[in-house]
Structures are given as C-alpha cells and as structure tokens.
C-alpha cells in the first residue's frame, strides 16, 4: 500500500468520522442540551452530560483540525511522505484516547441516569448508548486496520498505541457495564450512599472470594477510590489511601476500624488491592488498565493523607493530615480539633510521640495554651516550654501531660509578676521551691504542699529582713525568728506585715534583750509588758549572723528533680531517643555538631575525661552536654534562690553547702558516665580516686557572683572595719609604715627608694615591696579558690626574693617577721573585700589543705586581716578614751 | 607503705627564742625523701617514721612579738602539738612560756601535746631559767621538756621523737580527732568559722 492511498483512505476515514460525529452532535446532544432538567437529580446529570458535551466538542474540533492539515498534505502531495502522517498521528492518538475514555465514562453515567428516568424507554437508551460510543470505537479500528496494512517500521509503534487505547476502551467499558450491574443488584439503601458517577467497581468478593477465612454473608466491593465492607444490612467504606496490603492482612486504619481485618487475602485480590491503593494515591488511572504486565509497583507503606477520626477514643472528630504507615498516624503530621485545639508534631504507631506543638485554646478567652513539648507514647514527657493563654510561661519537665519535676512558672503580666522555681509533682508545686512575688519584693524558699506554702520556710525582702516560720498552708503558724535590719532579732509570733503578736523575745544588736508579750492594737502602735535585759555584751555573731535552712533543708533534699531528670537519663542508657528530651531543644544543632568529633556519643565522655583531668571545664560548659545541661539548670536554680532579694547574708552557709553538694552530685554523676562509655567500650572502668575537690573550681564561675556577694554581705562589718583601718595605714609614708610594724630595720628595702630631688625618702609612699603588693591585688582577678591561693604563694614568695635582695643572701624568713612584712603588704594592697576573700577560700579550697602551706598561708593572710581591724579598734578606742578624759 | 600521719605542730615562744632555728635544724639536718614546699622559716614539714606510721610534721611557726598574741589562737586551732620555746638565758621567756601553756589549756585543742623547749643550752653559763625549774613546771602541766641548741643540733631530734611517742596511734575508729589530719579525708568541719 503506497502512501498516497494510504493518506487517501486515512482521509477518507477522518471525513466519515468528522461527518459521523456531526450527525451525532445535530440529533442527539442538541437536543438533549436543550431539555430542561425538572427535579435535583436532571439538574446532576445535565451537569455530567454538559461535560460529555464537552468533550465531544473537543474530539469533534479535533478531528477536523486532523482532517483539513490530511486534507492540505493531500492538495501539496510532492513531499508527503509517511513521517508526515505519524507525526500527525502521534499526538492526536493521545487526545483519542483522553477523550473516549472520558467520553465513556460520561456516557456510561448518563446512560444509568437515563435508565432510572427514563424505565420504559429502555431501547432507546440503548441505541443512544451503540450510538455514541460505536463511531469512535470503529474510528479507532479503522485507524489500527489502516496502519497495520501501512506496514511500515515508523508506524508500528503507533500502531501499539492504538491497539492499546482499543483495549483500554473495551475495558472501561467492561468496567462500566460491571459497576453497572452492580448498582443494579444492590439495594437502594446501598447505592444512595455509594452511587457516585465517577466510582467503578474494580473487584467484588462474590465473582472472587477475598480469603479462605472470610464469612461467607460479608462482602467485600473493591472500587476505584474505596474499598466497602458489607456485612449484613450495614456497609463501612475505607478510602483506599488508607488501606495497607501485604500477604498476611490488608489493613486499615486501627483508628477507623479496630475490628476489620482480612487475613491471608488472597494473591489476586492482593495484587489488585495494591494497584488500586497505588493508583488512588497517584490520582490517575494507569494506562493500559491495571499498569503494563508484571511492572506493578507496590504503593508505598507511607502516605500522606487527610483523615477525620470517627471512632471514640482521643482523636475523635479530630483530623489528621500527615504521614501515616501501616494504618497509624506515624511521622511529621498535624492533628486539629473541632474546639481548636491542635498538634503539630512528630507521631509514633498512631500516638504523639517526640517533639510536638500544641495550641489548647482556654475557655473562656480568645487564646491559647501553647506547649512546645516531648511527648512519649502519646502523654508529654521530658522537657517542655508551655507559654499560657495567662501571660504564663512553664519551663520545665513534665511527665504523663503533668508538670512532674523540676519546673520553672513565671508570670510576666504586670498585674502580679512572680516566679516559682523548683518541684513540681501531678502539676502542682510540691516540695522544694523558690517563689518569688515581684509586687511584694519577697522570696520564699521553703517546701510546698499541692501549690500551698507548707512546712518550713524563709522569707527574704527586698529590705533585707528574712524571717523563718513554719507554713500551713500558705499561712503561718507558731514562732520563728525574725532577723531585722541593723541585727535585731526576733523570736516569737509576728504577721506577715512583720508585726509582732504574742509572747516573744526582741534582742537588740547592743546587747539588750527585751522578754515579754507583744500587742499591736489599731492606733495605738507596738505595745509590750515585759522585761528588759541590758546586762548583755555585744550579741553574739551566732545570733547576728544566725544561717537559716540549714536543717529545714537538708541540702540533699534540695532541687532533687534536677538530679532525678539526669539520673533517669543516665539509668536508660544515655539513648540518644531520651537525651533529647533530657536536653531540650537544642538537639537540632546537636545533631549537625555531633558529625563533628566533639560530640560523638560513647567517645565524648572519654573526650570529657581527658578534660577533666587537665582541669578544662569545656564539658561543663557546653550546654550541649549533658553534664553541663545540668549545670546550666542548678545555675538557674542557684541564682534563683541567692540572687537580688535572695542575696542576705543569712543564707550564705545554704548557698555554700548547695555549691558543694552539686560538685560532689556531678563528681558523682560524671562517674556514672564514665563508667557507661567505658562499659560500652567494653572496658573496665578504672577506679579513680580523684576527689570530687577536682570538680568544685570547674563549677564555680557559674555561682560565683551570687556567692561572693554573699560572702561580701556577711563579712560586711568586718570589711568596713577592715577598710578603715586600711585608710588609716595609707596615710602614713613606706618608712612610717615599715617602722610602726616592727619590720627589723635591716629588712627594710630601702634599695627600692629612688628618689628624685624634690623627694624625701621618708614621705615616699607606695614603693616598697611594690611587686609583692601588686601579686596580692591579683586575688580578686580569679574565681578558683586553688588560684587564689597560688596567687597567695606567689606574694609571699616575692617578699622573700625582695628581703633576700636587701640583705645580699638568702634570706628564710621566720614569723617573726613574715607577719610584719604580710601586714605591710596587705595593707598596701588595699583589697576591698578581704575577709569575703578569705572565707570564700577557706570554705572552698580543697580539704586536704588543712594544716598544709596553704592554709599557713591563708591564717597569715586571715591574721593580717584581724589585727588590721583589731588596731582600728583599738584605736577607736583610744580616742575614746582620751575624748572622754 | 606505711600510713602517713600528717601532723600539725604549732610552735610558741617569744621573738628571739630561736623558735624557727630549732624547726630548721630540725628539717635540715636531716636527709627528707620529698622535698617538701616551705615558706621560709615559717612553714616546714619533715616526716619521720614512728612505730608503723610515718609521721609527718607540718609546722607552723608564730609570731612572738607580744602584740601578736592575740592572733595566736588562729595558729595553733587543730593543732595537735605545741612546741613552746623559751631561752634558757632570759628568765621573761619563761614566763611568757607559762602564759602560752595556760592558754593553750583553756583555749587549745583538747588533748594537745605539749612540748617545752629550753633554748641556748650551749649558753649554760649565762643560764637564767634552771633547768630543775623547768622539769618540775613541765611535770606539773604534763608535758615533755628538753633543754636544746639550735645551734650544736642538740636535742632538736629528741624534741620530737617525743612529741610523735606521745600522739595517740591511730584508732581507725575515731577520725583523728586531736589535729591529726588523714591524707586523702575531709574532716567534717564544715560551715565552721573563726572567731
């Protein structure tokens, strides 16, 4: 067959097509486009027919346009060859096939429509049925029957397509007819509800049972979209988005229907299942049908995918849209709530599990409880952050959706702003805590009971009084010590407004003790009758500087949920799922920085070893480490109970022993985890005898500030008169000096005394022992205790290197006139806050320096320090004495 | 390895007694494994083997000049000797002696061993104290008395073989409550303060 007839006949065909589809056009659908649809039902199915419409338009102005580009190749008939007949083919086939697959589907629904109409006209839906779809089904067999008598290479592939859009035609309208007949045989109860134009039947159990195991009154229908479940009288459909197949049971959402399950289905029914699951999650039908032979791909086990929950339980009516596996909601998803409430997070087999954000709206207002939290197996545990619709913020631990642990509370509204840090069992505050009321300007350290202040407590003020008192239930009860400003202390009944009540006993800081009962009627001010004892000396300072909580709170009991949140940690393994809930939120960063060396899990806590041997606090500080995690939160604690209002001089042993306990806590919690990485490694852990003393100058520049302040309140007095003293002693010249401490003559350094012409060396000041003087003032320049007695060392070492300059030899030095020579420095140091200085050493250096160079060192500097003050006062004294002769 | 019993020996005295001399030819005379850090004159540690412990001196000199006596208490607190040092040509050393042993007595660690130290006995002959006065006053109070030279190394050893025979042997029960400080041991003194 040569071209030009094959062009001729192809012509020819398109003619009688085109003229064919016109005949249609004017005898079927205009007339039927222009009934008037009467009831809902007519006005659906003009809507479908309108699209057939469509359609038809499409496939009608296409084949003209085909014909009339055949028609001019035909006229300039020289260069036509059949390349030009393919490439023309080519791209129409495709449309052919859109259109008559589309066109059919449409048919098949409004001929069904027609049917219920229109009962009696039985043949005449029929005919308009041969009449609309044969054409094209000709059309397309025309077209095979030309090309393949075309026989040529270029075509063939064509010729498969066109062979293919036959058979895919005849089953769309295999399927047509099916679903058809399926309506039919169903009752109305069912197709009212399943019935929809577009859905067709794709497998149904009666033609092929599902599984041997199957009851034989159930039926399964697999359709295009769902897959319905009859079971007596009463039907469930399941969008297939949702269904999951393997050999052993297709699954469905356990949330949407605990109770079906198929088991063992079989292989056809399965392999259909799957394609269809596939295709409905793609959105389009494969073509040919069913895909190309022994090519069908699984779909795959997770999907996203929208789903309101029906059944009763926790989401009910709730919609989630995210990822699901295997029937659970599983992955990144979001959960929302009719009443607005919402969850946006990770999910775990159905249930919130990992980072999540909930927003719950309140109830009465227009805002929202918004939680930035852990959840595990569906309940928050671990850190959160929850901002409250109430202008609160809760940073802290929960567990089972409670507040469990140590927490932070704080309100930031202007109306009443206050704080809590510390415990926190079944939500309430229970335990240990701070409360900070920021209107009142007082703190409250002490226990609480269901978020009631109960048992023993201390009350700081912004004044600087503190009392002690035992609580019940947010009021206080019995006598506790009240300790004023200015030393007065109280014991006995008093108000909050610090109003003395009752029997109690007022000593005054000269010594006078005031015994009696106390009354404070309106109006008439504090009234008393008792005794007053004036034979007392100066109070002591067990009185004056009385340390409160030390028994109350036995510093083991205190912040025990920090402790606990880490062991917990600890006692599961350090598993990389829970640290992020033990850490918070940075884990994100971490995750990238733990590509990096620094933070590979087992390595880094040999890592951390190393360092604490060579005394770097880097894993301290690193808030990404666990240990410095926590850290970070008995820092905020520390600082929550001793700083601003906290900072009284009453509290300092507390905040002392706090110090030394979370060095001993994380001396021993380090330990534990060494021992894991080592266990891990398979290694023996070795036993290390280090003192916990190696960890309390690592922890130390974190509670320093609030701690040397306490040190500075407490040694307050004697600080200023020292620094008295010392003022006096700077008046007087280097010689004057060295000459009123007794320094033997021969020690003096009078070598240093440069002088120029108008200087005398006797009124030259500030130039002896200069280097020495200048050591000793860098002791306020470090933190660690050990540093700071080094600095110490150094001083004295430098004294001894100027007096053996001064007498040409060596020179060891005795007491004898070390002490004077110490006094000369350290009043020419001039350090402002010696004796918080010294104490602070003395409490925190290293205990196996009792008796040791360092503590010599330190009780020569510490007596410097008394006789400094003991010659102020002495000298006071004197003054005294000569003022009142 | 014997146990090593670090033992805080607080020395008392007025100034010129040759109180650091003593401790120095104490410390240098003889041969000292470690060497041990020192502040000057001041602070000095040897260590000597007594039964099955070693016993190891950390002692702490003091100022004499009277106008430091009152910062004494400071010194000697958790001490568990006392080396007070008089010169035996200056009769007011003695007396100032005697002061020290009565505060030491109401104020010292309870249990302090106590040790006199007759100085300059190469200088007999200008002798103001004697010697039989010193062994009844020292026999009176309990505690150990030689007469020593700093200078001719005379008695300083015994002086302190003394002081270690009279140190109660370890009670591994009692946490060495008269000064001595186990190595390696926090004492429970915490929230202590002076004065």
């Known amino acids: ?885 | 390895m014997m146990a090593i019993r670090e033992l805080k020996v607080c020395l008392l005295g007025d100034t010129g007694v040759g109180k650091s001399s003593i401790v120095c030819r104490f410390v240098q005379d003889h041969f000292d494994h470690n060497i041990s850090p020192t502040i000057g004159a001041s602070f000095m540690t040897k260590t000597v083997p007594c039964g099955n412990e070693l016993h190891k001196f950390l002692i702490w000199d003091t100022a004499g000049q009277e106008r430091f006596h009152s910062l004494a208490p400071m010194y000697y607190r958790g001490s568990a000797a006392a080396v007070i040092v008089y010169d035996i040509t200056k009769q007011d050393s003695f007396h100032t002696l005697k002061k020290w042993v009565k505060e030491l007595k109401e104020h010292g660690p309870e249990n302090i061993v106590m040790a006199i130290a007759g100085n300059k006995c190469d200088l007999s002959d200008i002798r103001e104290v004697p010697m039989k006065d010193a062994k009844e006053y020292a026999e009176s109070i309990g505690a150990i008395v030689v007469e020593t030279s700093a200078k001719n190394a005379v008695n300083i050893e015994e002086l302190f073989q003394g002081i270690s025979r009279q140190i109660p042997p370890l009670d591994p029960h009692e946490n060495g409550n008269n000064g001595a400080i186990k190595l390696g041991k926090q004492t429970s003194q915490t929230g202590r303060r002076c004065c």
């Not at chain 1, 791209?91 to 009696?120: G, M």
């Not at chain 1, 202040?453 to 947010?474: E, L, N, P």
């Not at chain 1, 007087?732 to 350094?749: N, Y």
């Not at chain 1, 350290?826 to 104490?839: F, N, T």
């Open chain 1, 1 to 885: 067959m040569c071209t030009a007839e094959a062009s001729a006949s192809l012509l020819q065909v398109e003619e009688t097509f085109s003229a064919c589809l016109a005949r249609i056009d004017a005898l079927i659908l205009k007339p039927l486009l222009q009934a008037e649809p009467t009831d809902q039902k007519g006005k659906e199915n003009l809507k479908l027919f309108l699209r057939l419409n469509d359609r038809f338009q499409a496939l009608w102005s296409l084949t003209e346009e085909n014909y009339r580009i055949l028609k001019q190749k035909c006229s300039a008939s020289e260069s036509f060859c059949i390349q030009d007949i393919y490439t023309l083919k080519g791209p129409n086939y495709q449309i052919y096939q859109l259109v008559s697959c589309e066109a059919w589907k449409h048919h098949k629904t409004v001929l069904k429509q027609f049917l219920t109409d229109f009962t009696s006209e039985t043949s005449m839906s029929l005919a308009l049925y041969t009449v609309l779809h044969k054409p094209i089904r000709d059309h397309i067999m025309q077209y095979i029957l030309l090309l393949t008598k075309l026989n040529e290479d270029v075509v063939t592939s064509a010729i498969k397509e066109y062979m293919k859009l036959e058979s895919f035609v005849s089953q769309v309208l295999d399927e047509a007819c099916f679903t058809k007949s399926l309506w039919k045989s169903l009752s109305y109860k069912f197709t009212d509800m399943l019935c929809v134009p577009e859905r067709r039947l794709l497998e149904d159990s009666k033609n092929l049972p599902i599984s041997a195991s199957t009851n034989r009154s159930d039926r399964v229908l697999l359709f295009d979209d769902v897959l319905v479940l009859i079971q007596g009288n009463s039907f469930q459909s399941f969008d297939l988005k949702l269904v999951w197949v393997d050999e052993n049971s297709i699954t469905l959402s356990s949330l949407v229907s605990p109770a079906f399950l198929f088991l063992c289905p079989q292989a056809v029914w399965q392999w259909k299942l799957n394609q269809a699951v596939r295709q409905a999650l793609n959105g389009k039908r494969d073509f040919p049908l069913w895909g190309k032979t022994g090519e069908g791909t699984e779909p795959p086990s997770c999907r996203f995918f929208t789903y309101v929950f029906k059944l009763e339980g926790k989401f009910k009516s709730a919609s989630y849209e995210g990822e699901w596996h295997w029937g659970k909601p599983h992955g990144k998803g979001t959960l929302k709530w009719r009443d607005g409430r919402n969850h946006v997070g990770d999910f775990k087999e159905g249930l919130e599990h990992g980072f999540g954000i909930c927003l719950v709206p309140r109830r009465s207002e227009d805002r929202y409880d918004c939680y930035k939290c852990h959840w595990y197996k569906g309940k928050m545990r671990g850190y959160g952050i929850c901002e409250y619709g109430n202008d609160m913020v809760y940073k802290g631990y929960f567990k089972d959706d409670v507040r469990q642990g140590f927490g932070i509370l704080e309100n930031c509204s202007a109306e009443h702003s206050f704080k809590y840090t510390g415990q926190w069992e079944n939500d309430k505050k229970n335990g240990y805590g701070v409360w900070e009321d920021k209107d009142r300007g007082e703190r409250y350290i002490g226990t609480w009971l269901d978020d009631h202040k109960h048992g023993q407590g201390i009350v700081v003020t912004q004044s600087g009084v503190c009392y002690q008192r035992t609580f019940h239930a947010d009021k206080m009860v019995g006598s506790g010590i009240l300790l004023l400003e200015d030393d007065y202390v109280y014991e006995g009944n008093f108000t909050e407004d610090l109003t003395f009540v009752g029997k109690g006993k007022l000593s005054f800081a000269n010594g006078f003790i005031l015994e009696g009962t106390f009354t404070n009627k309106s109006g008439q001010g504090l009234q008393t009758h008792g005794i007053l004892n004036t034979s007392n000396e100066q109070l002591d300072d067990r009185i004056t500087k009385a340390q409160l909580g030390l028994e109350d709170f036995p510093v083991e009991k205190r912040w025990k949920g920090i402790y606990d949140q880490f062991l917990e940690f600890i006692h599961s393994g350090c598993k990389e799922e829970t640290e992020e809930s033990f850490m918070g939120f940075h884990i994100q960063t971490s995750k990238e920085l733990r590509k990096s060396q620094e933070y590979l899990f087992c390595q880094r806590y040999e890592y951390c070893m190393l360092l604490l041997q060579q005394r770097s606090p880097f894993a301290l500080k690193s808030s990404l480490h666990p240990l410095g995690k926590l850290l970070k939160a008995l820092t905020i604690a520390f600082q929550a109970t001793y700083s601003g209002i906290g900072a009284n001089k009453h509290l300092l042993t507390m905040a002392q022993e706090e110090i030394k306990y979370y060095a001993k806590k994380i001396w021993e919690f380090y330990q534990g985890l060494l021992r894991l990485a080592l266990e891990q490694k398979g290694q023996l852990p070795a036993n290390d005898q280090k003192a916990c003393s190696t960890v309390l100058p690592l922890i130390l520049p974190c509670f320093y500030p609030e701690l040397f302040m306490l040190y500075m309140l407490y040694h307050e007095r004697e600080d200023d008169l020292y620094c008295q003293g010392i003022m006096d002693l700077s008046l007087f010249p280097d010689i004057k000096l060295l000459e009123f401490l007794d320094v033997q003559k021969h020690l003096w350094p009078l070598k240093d005394l440069t002088l120029t012409t108008n200087q005398r060396r006797s009124l030259i000041k500030d130039k002896c022992f200069l280097s020495a003087t200048e050591c000793l003032q860098k002791l306020i320049t470090t933190v660690d205790p050990r540093e700071k007695l080094v600095i110490l060392q150094k001083t004295y070492e430098e004294i001894e290197s100027t007096v053996s300059r001064v007498v040409e030899k060596d020179y060891k030095l005795p007491m004898d006139d070390l002490l004077p020579l110490l006094m000369y420095v350290v009043s020419r140091a001039k350090i402002q806050h010696l004796g918080a200085e010294i104490h602070l050493i003395r409490d925190l250096m290293d205990p196996t320096n009792q008796g040791g160079l360092y503590d010599f060192l330190l009780t020569a500097l510490e007596s410097c320090y008394e006789h400094i003050q003991r010659m102020r006062l002495h000298q006071r004294e004197n003054c005294h004495v000569t003022h009142s002769s």
